[in-house]
């Protein structure tokens, strides 16, 4: 679907159902939980290089003067390095876990739809999604600039259509990253407050993970994605060449 035809859609989408959509994520959950935290897992993994590139610099000031780390204050040289990393840093994170939060979304609805085929975790790791990946990680860093300036305020309203996002990424192919962002405000916005509480209380429920000694949070964090794939579903509709 073209961007003309997904906003006519989010227009003549009906209201959330918030029960509904929170019973059909348990249910999806109870079939999509391992593939959930292969997900978190790879998620960690693959970020893990960028800590690493981000960090660098004060390791490498380390390991020249064992004796730094005894002063409170940074060098200036360290702290404009990692300044200046801090931008490349944030982007390449945000797209690894947009492209693979879209994979995790793109296996919910296999496992929803009884679809056949492989769990592709690394789906939109292609050439043709990176780049518009790297775009949308982008705005996204500066949507979030920009939430922060309004003492948080922003963020809190941002939360509802940069949830959005992946879903968007993941099943309309033909959208440019600036469409992608218009249509996550223009369907969040619709729906803002009761989008709120689905990830108030998904996210919530994520956390129960914690009660089975903290390990069990691996297996249950990925919960909190999953009413974004319904409520995607509910509005747009899932093609089935996805």
Not at 1 to 11: C, L, S, V
Not at 218 to 242: L, N, R
Request: aromatic share 16%.
């Amino acid at each position: 679907m073209n961007f003309t035809n997904i906003t006519e859609r989010i227009n003549q989408s009906g209201p959330i159902e918030f029960g509904s959509i929170f019973n059909n994520s348990v249910e999806l959950f109870k079939k999509v939980w391992l593939q959930g935290f292969i997900t978190l897992v790879l998620t960690m993994v693959s970020i893990l290089p960028f800590y690493l590139l981000f960090y660098a610099p004060l390791i490498s000031y380390g390991i020249s003067d064992p004796n730094a780390f005894e002063s409170e204050e940074l060098p200036p040289a360290v702290g404009g390095i990692m300044i200046l990393i801090m931008p490349i840093f944030m982007t390449a994170v945000m797209m690894v876990a947009i492209c693979l939060n879209a994979g995790f979304l793109r296996i919910c609805k296999k496992y929803d739809l009884n679809e056949s085929g492989k769990d592709d975790y690394f789906y939109y790791f292609k050439r043709k999604y990176l780049g518009k990946a790297v775009i949308l990680s982008l705005i996204i860093f500066g949507l979030s600039i920009a939430g922060m300036l309004t003492c948080g305020l922003g963020l809190f309203y941002l939360m509802v259509p940069l949830s959005l996002f992946p879903a968007f990424f993941a099943f309309d192919k033909e959208l440019s990253a600036i469409e992608i962002v218009k249509a996550g405000f223009s369907l969040g916005h619709k729906n803002w407050l009761m989008l709120f509480l689905l990830i108030l209380v998904s996210s919530l429920a994520s956390q129960l993970g914690v009660i089975l000694c903290f390990i069990g949070f691996f297996f249950t964090m990925m919960f909190s994605k999953i009413p974004i794939y319904f409520v995607y579903k509910d509005a747009i509709g899932i093609s089935m060449d996805v």
